[in-house]
């Protein structure tokens, strides 16, 4: 283990108070140098770069993916161990630093430091790191645009440990952060199991039922497959009825009473017990765009196809409140569908395959109250949607508790991580021998 030194000294650097004696403080440009090479005419022979929330990585062009510039001849050459600034925007911007591993080109408009002999570069990109989750930088920005200018950013006083404390701090931070990367993807990865999992069983109970002896028919439809043979389908506009909801200007809304949006139902598989939208909705929309119990609400428009047609059920009626023009209701008939069932059986992934097949897509994915009629609905006795509806509850019930835990055992690494950089990068503990 290499010691840090254990007597410290004051700074008048704010949120580093102390550091270690042997420890000296520098302005960053008297540490780094300030670089920007513009590539111009030779841009295609270079990667393209891109400062993410995963750092500075080489972007994938043929994906499609994002926004491109006309031209990458106005974009800047960067080299290995160079680090990556964006000192704009700061209040929007997910990732204020990034650490550069591979030679490229990335946007002119990002600031590129460059360090000089002496230096390690990764161990100032955990330092700056900090700072940005710190919100340190941020604080010092000014401007519309949140900006910290090159000859600040450059004045601010930073540690400067013995090279070779930089070096020993690099090596254990990159060796815990790959260790601790690896335990949150395979978390990850286990809740991606686990919510496929949900899926499956609901697939299961909805399509197949509980009772695993029942004879068995084909429901008439490819992506249904069998079903019980006892059980019925019926297309849902013999189930209900059907309402799109409120469209008005922006004057309409912001206070009132409450108002289902297409955030409530997109997000939730029912609705909130609160909604925190308001409108200024008259009696007669209260009545017209009623928020019931048992009523299905489905998402009716979206940029994209993935968005659409899924549904929220409404457990409890909810007071006077009405609902959004991107939403749906649908009003079963009384007695028919249980609303237990419902939540599962319209939420189901099942569906998906029937809105994408049949959505109309121009600028915007639409679903209408004509395809949605169309959509085949599995209807079992209604004493055995209530005994489905219970079985699903328990059984996502459990795996939900598994995935809180596991999520709670991400969040607690990250907290670990970032406390570990902290009192590495600031000499506040010695390094433990790797």
Same mark, same amino acid.
């Given at each position: ?131 940005? +989750? ?22 601010? +006083? ?17 060796? +815990?952060?790959?260790?601790?990367? +690896? ?252």
């Amino acid at each position: 283990m290499i010691n840090i030194e254990t007597n410290l000294k004051k700074t008048d650097i704010p949120w580093i108070p102390e550091i270690p004696s042997n420890w000296d403080l520098k302005r960053i440009k008297l540490l780094f140098d300030f670089n920007k090479n513009i590539v111009g005419k030779s841009s295609a022979d270079y990667s393209v770069l891109s400062l993410t929330t995963k750092g500075v990585i080489i972007r994938d062009l043929e994906s499609g993916m994002g926004k491109f510039p006309a031209s990458f001849d106005g974009y800047q050459i960067v080299n290995p161990n160079s680090i990556m600034l964006c000192l704009f925007d700061m209040d929007v911007t997910p990732r204020v630093v990034g650490h550069v591993n591979d030679k490229g080109i990335i946007s002119a408009a990002y600031t590129n430091i460059i360090p000089r002999k002496g230096i390690n570069s990764k161990y100032y990109y955990y330092y700056f790191l900090l700072q940005d +989750k710190n919100k340190i930088f941020l604080a010092l920005g000014t401007g519309i645009r949140i900006t910290l200018s090159k000859d600040v950013f450059g004045c601010l +006083k930073i540690p400067v440990p013995p090279l070779e404390v930089q070096n020993s701090i690099v090596e254990y931070l990159d060796k +815990k952060n790959s260790e601790i990367d +690896k335990f949150i993807q395979n978390k990850e990865k286990l809740i991606t199991l686990l919510v496929e999992q949900k899926t499956v069983i609901i697939n299961q109970a909805i399509v197949k039922g509980l009772d695993t002896k029942s004879k068995i028919k084909y429901s008439g439809f490819e992506w249904l497959g069998e079903i019980p043979k006892h059980w019925e389908t019926k297309k849902l506009r013999y189930l209900g009825k059907f309402q799109n909801g409120i469209s008005a200007g922006a004057e309409y809304f912001g206070s009132g009473y409450p108002f289902v949006s297409y955030s409530d139902v997109y997000k939730n598989i029912t609705l909130p017990s609160f909604i925190s939208d308001l409108a200024n909705s008259s009696k007669e929309d209260r009545i017209r765009y009623s928020v019931l119990e048992g009523d299905v609400f489905f998402t009716r428009t979206s940029e994209t196809v993935e968005e659409i047609g899924f549904s929220s059920i409404c457990e409890t009626t909810i007071k006077d409140s009405t609902f959004s023009g991107f939403l749906i209701r649908f009003r079963p008939v009384k007695n028919l569908l249980y609303k237990g069932y419902s939540k599962y059986y319209f939420r189901s992934s099942l569906h998906r395959r029937f809105f994408v097949k049949e959505m109309n897509l121009v600028t915007r994915a639409s679903l209408s109250q004509d395809l949605l009629k169309n959509l085949p609905v599995i209807i079992p006795s209604y004493n055995e949607q209530i005994d489905i509806a219970k079985f699903l509850d328990v059984k996502m019930d459990d795996i939900d508790l598994i995935i809180v835990k596991i999520k709670k055992e991400i969040a607690a690494i990250k907290e670990y991580r970032e406390a570990l950089i902290t009192d590495l990068v600031t000499g506040k503990r010695s390094i433990p021998q790797t």
